[in-house]
Nanobody, 122 residues
Framework: QVQLVESGGGLVQAGGSLRLSCAAS????????MGWYRQPPGKQRELVAE???????HYADSVKGRFTISRDNAKNTVYLQMNGLKPEDTAVYYC????????????????WGQGTQVTVSS
């Protein structure tokens, strides 16, 4: 099993930056895919960014050019650097992982963190 713990959320002004961290309980080298999702208030959860153990990366169109997903294998941690934040980025951000598939999309994630709140004020 894998435990995922998100951190780094908070309140930030529009145009500001935050870096979210997702710490895994074991080596992320052995986790096939990890991703960041978010759920705005009153809306469904959506993919933000995803990275595989092989280095493939996918971003949602809404965050391309503003957000960067990266990983530090030595720290067993995946990061989401969020720049140029907008009020519409306000959401609970979740870390997801798949140890079976090389993607977390389409319900293929089998582990989820508890989420961290990101609030962007206008």
């Amino acid at each position: 099993q894998v435990q995922l713990v998100e951190s780094g959320g908070g309140l930030v002004q529009a145009g500001g930056s935050l870096r979210l961290s997702c710490a895994a309980s074991r080596s992320i080298v052995s986790i096939n895919a990890m991703g960041w999702y978010r759920q705005p208030p009153g809306k469904q959860r959506e993919l933000v960014a995803e990275i595989t153990s092989g280095g493939s990366i996918h971003y949602a169109d809404s965050v391309k050019g503003r957000f960067t997903i990266s990983r530090d294998n030595a720290k067993n941690t995946v990061y989401l650097q969020m720049n140029g934040l907008k009020p519409e980025d306000t959401a609970v951000y979740y870390c997801a992982a798949s140890t079976v598939y090389y993607s977390t999309t389409n319900s293929r994630a089998n582990y989820w963190g508890q989420g961290t709140q990101v609030t962007v004020s206008s």
